[in-house]
């Protein structure tokens, strides 16, 4: 294994054809390595989600080529891709995406049950996770029962219970209070960082900025700037 | 793959309102149809109750007759032309008539009276009560235990009334299988004591029974019935024919399957709806399960589940509620007309899986079409 947990070459998305053609990723190549914390940032619409979601095998690139160790993604079949996101990816969506009718920890055990682990031996290791974020006492209850930062957890918790090497956070603080952001991305970075894993972070977010490693600046589908973090 | 039907179990079925909303549709839908199809099936046996309950082979009849109770009396020369017929081993003559009772409290019934000819008593039925020999005695009748019974004012073994001014007795109480539509009480007597005391034209015999020395012997003995001007029909020919007449010519099977219709598209769209709505509020989850890495095939195997699962437990519950109410319905009327057949069960069965299919094949659509990187840009 390579310490590159990304190696995004010459990566181009446009949408639309002919006249209408707009380009939101433009040549874009760049490493993320394992045991960091990568952020992405640049003013809205310039392509951070379109590009994260290239590099976590969601989005087909239109050109280019995403090599995760060495293994070229997208060049994988359809249920390759399914498979690589469920072992090796965790995604925090900005807005959650927690299933209301289920319990928290069922919620958690959802990636491990689509690994087809047993029902209970998944809850009990969903539970774990939910220990992780501190939330074990929560387990029974359904996830709109939470406060806005606790769901952030429960899905930070389903994000990593299936021990994805790269975990993808898009605008994980957006929907926070400052202070609740700060101190959910100071988490992940002292207690789900390691240094088999590797953590792309978007964010517009400048309160958060000191918990990166490296800061990758976008504008207009380009990348314009990597900076080491505060 | 159980844990991920576990999943989608649990999302539906704790989605309360909706799950209740569907399975009230689809239950119903299903209540419906086997109601008006069982009450259907009831009517069409009851309908045929008599050539059930002669039991004959053979029947012959003018061709105009189209049920049972409204027969039309054929000239003396037919049986005889019929008994002549080659592979008739014999052949009967039968009374069917109306008659007027008047009952000892002075009141009067009127009832149906079967003839059966003297020499045989062919179609005779099974008595609870009396001997058979007892028919021949003097103002002999036999009564029908059955739902009708009574109207008579519940008659035993020599019981006295008047029919059409002579006098009858009841010598014997008989059981038939199958009860009447008209709701009319039904006599036995002999061919020769029903034209006497019942007025009737100069023709006797509603029909000819035939009992033929073998099946290959049918298609013959049909066509000679035929060159009389006549019409030899099987006993499943002619319950077919009744059928047929209450189904196209009374309006009454039209308006069943109007009934049926309505009930399905009913069940049809409030199930489809509901679901619809359904999969459109979890969308955005089955889009996050996609982006975590279901298959595709999976979130299908998830829907179909779903809309079966449904659709199963309603159609119990449909099945459930029309049995309850039948049965109960039998104990206080003893007259109500309706059976659930396997045919009726399957009916509802095929439209409770094409509810099912229709709702899951919407629902797929929906979900075979979301993008996770929508869902991902929020
Ligand atoms: N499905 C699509 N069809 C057409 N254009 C699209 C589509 N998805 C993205 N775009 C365009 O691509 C560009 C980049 O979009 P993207 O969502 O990656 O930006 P972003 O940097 O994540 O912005 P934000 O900070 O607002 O989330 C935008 O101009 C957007 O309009
Ligand atoms: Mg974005």
Request: contains cysteine.
């Amino acid at each position: 294994m390579s310490d590159l947990a990304v190696n995004a070459r010459e990566l181009n998305k446009w949408f639309g054809e002919g006249e209408a053609r707009t380009f939101a990723v433009r040549d874009v190549s760049f490493e993320a390595r394992f045991g960091e914390i990568l952020y992405i940032v640049g003013p809205s619409g310039s392509g951070k989600t379109t590009l994260l979601s290239m590099i976590s095998g969601i989005l087909k690139p239109n050109s280019g080529h995403v090599l995760i160790e060495n293994q070229d993604i997208w060049s994988l079949p359809d249920d390759g891709i399914a498979d690589f996101r469920l072992n090796r990816i965790g995604f925090v969506f900005q807005d959650y995406h927690l299933f209301p009718r289920l319990t928290t920890v069922e919620n958690v055990a959802i990636p491990l049950i689509l690994k087809k682990m047993d029902w209970n031996d998944a809850l009990k290791v969903a539970l774990e996770y939910l220990d992780i974020v501190g939330l074990k006492a929560r387990a029974q209850l359904p996830p709109v029962k939470l406060s806005g930062g606790e769901q952030q957890r429960v899905a930070i918790a389903r994000a990593i219970a299936s021990r994805p090497d790269l975990l993808i956070f898009d605008e994980p603080t957006a929907s926070l209070d400052g202070d609740t952001g700060r101190k959910i991305v100071e988490f992940v970075k002292q207690d789900i960082l390691s240094d088999r894993r590797c953590i792309i972070i978007v964010t517009h977010d400048s309160r958060i900025f000191e918990f990166a490693d490296r800061i990758m600046k976008m504008e207009d589908g380009r990348i314009t700037d990597v900076a080491t973090g505060a | 793959m159980t844990g991920i039907l576990k999943v989608a179990f649990k999302l539906l079925v704790n989605d309360r309102g909706k799950f209740f909303a569907l399975l009230i549709g689809i239950t119903f839908a299903v209540f419906l149809m086997v109601m008006m199809t069982s009450m259907f099936s009831g009517i069409l046996t009851r309908a045929s109750a008599t050539v059930l309950n002669i039991g004959a082979k053979v029947w012959v009849m003018d061709p105009a007759v189209n049920n049972v109770a409204s027969s039309i009396p054929m000239p003396d020369y037919v049986l005889n032309a019929v008994r002549s017929i080659k592979g008739v081993k014999y052949a009967v003559p039968l009374y069917s008539g109306g008659a007027l009772v008047k009952l000892r409290s002075g009141t009067y019934q009127f009832v149906t009276v079967m003839g059966l000819d003297d020499a045989t008593l062919f179609g005779r039925p099974a008595l609870v009560e009396g001997k058979i020999e007892d028919i021949f005695a003097e103002n002999a009748f036999i009564v029908v235990q059955d739902a009708e019974f009574g109207k008579l004012e519940t008659p035993r073994v020599g019981t006295e009334f008047e029919i059409n001014d002579h006098l009858g007795r009841v010598v014997g109480l008989a059981r038939v299988n199958t009860s009447g539509l008209f709701g009319v009480p039904t006599l036995y007597t002999t061919f020769s004591r029903a034209t006497t005391y019942i007025p009737s034209t100069r023709f006797t015999a509603a029909y000819v029974l035939i009992e033929p020395k073998g099946n290959g012997d049918l298609s013959y003995i049909k066509s000679e019935v035929q060159k009389l001007g006549y019409e030899a029909l099987t006993q499943e020919e002619f319950i077919q024919k009744i059928s047929s007449f209450y189904k196209y010519k009374t309006g009454l099977g039209i308006n069943v399957l109007l009934m049926t219709i309505i009930s399905f598209i009913v069940g049809l769209s409030i199930s489809g709806q509901t679901f619809y709505t359904f999969i459109l509020e979890n969308l955005e989850k089955f889009g996050a399960l996609k982006a975590i890495g279901a298959k595709g095939r999976e979130l299908v195997f998830m829907i179909l589940f779903q809309a079966t699962f449904t659709a199963l437990t309603a159609y119990g519950l449909g099945v459930g509620l029309a049995t309850t109410l039948i049965v109960t319905a039998r104990m206080r009327l003893p007259d109500y007309a309706a059976q659930i057949t396997y045919a009726n069960l399957g009916l509802a069965f095929v439209m409770v899986l094409i509810i099912a299919g229709v709702s899951s094949y919407i629902g797929i659509r929906k979900v075979i079409h979301i993008e996770p990187f929508d869902i991902f840009r929020g």
